[in-house]
């Protein structure tokens, strides 16, 4: 059986060692009184429910699943599912960053961040049903109408109603200017849906009594292709004006995806018949709505990727330790056993310390885009709102689908650790690893993540943006290149740096020629702009961690940090060069190949 230990004292490292998070929160208004301890306090409760009530169903929840009735097309979730959100409402958490106006606790987004990434390792599956519910409340909270967020964000803020967010189609995937579903307007005001969604992740379920949809569908006169998709709030049960639940709404599920992995979640095929719904936002105007939805579930998936790491790292270090085989090449290292234990071998710790490496360095970015989400929200000078914006939107396909690569990658060698073992399904390895696979596909697949960056986010505005975070990374050059004992660190950092002002700008003047030259080098130029990210925060820890052991510490974390953190600049970064020559490669051998396609 696996086993699962939250990551607290690395989490405390990079939110108050590294970014000072504290210290940036108090800048705004809105979080002037938080404090470390208090932090720290709900971090370590909020380890306890995922390492005490989640973990221990996610084995269970994988070998059950989820029961369709097709006669009533109610789904009940695994046994002790529904009892575990019982425990997650009545302690509270569902409002941990949610506004106190509508009943919130008004804690930053990065502490639910810490949290969701500890329910991630603890339980994919589980946390999914309460995880899409924020992206609705955010998606509400910024478009909603005064009478939506009154009747439903007190609901998704304490947790007694979830979200889900119904945008694919059959026939188009993620070409959502394609869509049918049809909205007709009401004599009342509401409106009429019908069309069929599928992929909806927890579309139906047991474990609240009310499930509150946003559906993109067409108006009668709607514009084609994107321009003309509107935004639509579909409930499960119909909401009374005093808030209480109506009849039953003309939305179900009309089936359950046999899936690869995550199947304790109820991913559903939705039908509207005639479902009553209201606008959301504007006419028309859906899609920049629902991307304050599907952008807070992009970071969301990230941190799926980046809680499985984590937990495979920790079994496969466990099982590394114990698990004896062969000797060491340099000589037996444990004499009072037939065998070495297999963490002597050079490869098997290469594997391990990938999915450390990757675990580390995804924390650290992900805890840097939710402390951005405070300062865009609720700092009070313009200007770091804005810097703050930027640096999130170029973040946010980065953090997509660098960490779910790599958590695929990760989970993957961790299983391979295990030799024979972990292909077997009681150790819990393989279901780690296809419950994995699946973050590198939905919320817009990695590709589109990585044209979204390449094409939106650097090219869009002639690389401005990217600019500024070539600023944070000069800056740190700046202060610590005259440091002997960073140089291994910096050094890399800021030859990247340099090289990817160049590499941008070639790939820029190609795709102004050849804008298939931007489809081709889009993937491989997301992994150098996510190694630029890594490396800059692994310089900035490895000097949070050098510090510490100047000012006399003597803590083994800070010994084992620079470890990492020289591990992944030696073996991870270098990879940076071959993406670039395969960027640069172009795009001839991808698209002149009619005979060899034939």
């Not at 210290?23 to 971090?43: Q, S």
């Not at 306890?48 to 009735?69: M, W, Y």
């Not at 650290?364 to 939710?370: D, G, I, N, P, V």
Request: charged share 20%; hydrophobic share 40%; proline share 5%.
């Amino acid at each position: 059986m696996p086993v699962y230990n939250p990551p607290l004292r690395d989490m405390q490292f990079v939110m108050h060692e590294v970014f000072n998070a504290v210290d940036e929160l108090k800048a705004c208004p809105k979080h002037a009184e938080i404090d470390a301890d208090t932090i720290n306090a709900v971090l370590e409760e909020g380890g306890k429910f995922a390492a005490e009530v989640t973990f221990p169903l996610n084995i269970s929840g994988d070998e059950e699943g989820c029961t369709l009735d097709k006669t009533t097309h109610e789904v009940k979730a695994p046994k002790g599912f529904k009892e575990a959100y019982a425990k997650y409402v009545e302690g509270g958490w569902p409002a941990l960053s949610c506004d106190p106006e509508f009943g919130g606790q008004g804690l930053p987004f990065i502490v639910n961040q810490c949290f969701y990434e500890m329910l991630n390792s603890a339980n994919q599956a589980w946390t999914m049903y309460p995880g899409l519910s924020h992206g609705a409340y955010e998606c509400l909270h910024a478009h909603g109408s005064p009478e939506q967020k009154a009747l439903y964000l007190p609901k998704l803020t304490s947790g007694e109603w979830t979200g889900t967010m119904c945008l694919t189609e059959p026939h188009c995937g993620t070409d959502l200017g394609l869509l049918r579903t049809k909205a007709e307007p009401q004599a009342d005001g509401s409106y009429k849906l019908t069309g069929q969604k599928i992929f909806i992740s927890a579309g139906e379920h047991d474990l609240a009594e009310n499930i509150v949809h946003l559906v993109l569908a067409r108006l009668p006169d709607a514009p084609a292709g994107s321009k003309g998709i509107s935004l639509f709030l579909v409930p499960k049960f119909q909401v009374k004006a005093d808030g209480s639940i109506g009849e039953r709404n003309a939305i179900h599920c009309g089936g359950l995806e046999h899936k690869m992995g995550i199947h304790a979640n109820a991913t559903c095929q939705m039908v509207l018949d005639g479902a009553v719904g209201t606008l959301v936002g504007e006419p028309n105007k859906g899609l920049p709505a629902m991307f304050v939805m599907m952008n807070a579930a992009r970071l969301g998936v990230g941190n799926q990727s980046l809680g499985l790491t984590e937990v495979a790292y920790q079994n496969a270090l466990a099982y590394a330790k114990d698990r004896i085989q062969m000797r060491s090449l340099s000589g037996v290292k444990d004499k009072s056993k037939p065998a070495d234990p297999i963490i002597v071998h050079p490869d098997v710790r290469k594997m391990l310390l990938t999915a450390k490496a990757y675990a580390e360095g995804g924390r650290a970015l992900l805890m840097f885009c939710t402390l951005l989400l405070d300062k865009e929200l609720n700092h009070p000078d313009e200007k770091v709102r804005k810097d703050s914006a930027d640096l999130a939107a170029l973040l946010t396909p980065i953090a997509k689908a660098f960490l779910t690569d790599n958590g695929f990658e990760a989970t993957n060698h961790c299983m391979q650790v295990f030799g024979g073992h972990g292909y077997i399904k009681e150790w819990g390895m393989e279901q780690f690893v296809r419950d994995a696979r699946i973050n590198m596909i939905y919320e817009g697949t990695n590709t589109v993540q990585s044209l979204d960056l390449l094409g939106r986010k650097v090219l869009g505005n002639n690389g401005a943006t990217l600019k500024k975070f070539g600023k944070l990374v000069a800056q740190l050059v700046e202060a610590e290149g005259v440091n002997e004992k960073m140089a291994e660190f910096i050094n890399p950092l800021a030859y990247l740096g340099e090289q990817m002002t160049k590499f941008t700008t070639e790939l820029g003047f190609k795709g102004m020629q050849n804008p298939d030259e931007v489809g081709a080098a889009a993937v491989p130029y997301l992994r150098v702009a996510g190694h630029l990210v890594f490396a800059y925060f692994f310089a900035r820890m490895a000097q949070a961690a050098l510090r510490a052991i100047e000012a006399g510490s003597t803590d083994p974390f800070y010994t084992a940090k620079l470890q990492t953190a020289r591990f992944y600049f030696a073996k991870l970064f270098p990879e940076t060069a071959t993406l670039m020559r395969l960027a640069r490669s172009g795009s001839k051998v991808l698209m002149d190949t009619e005979q060899a396609l034939a």
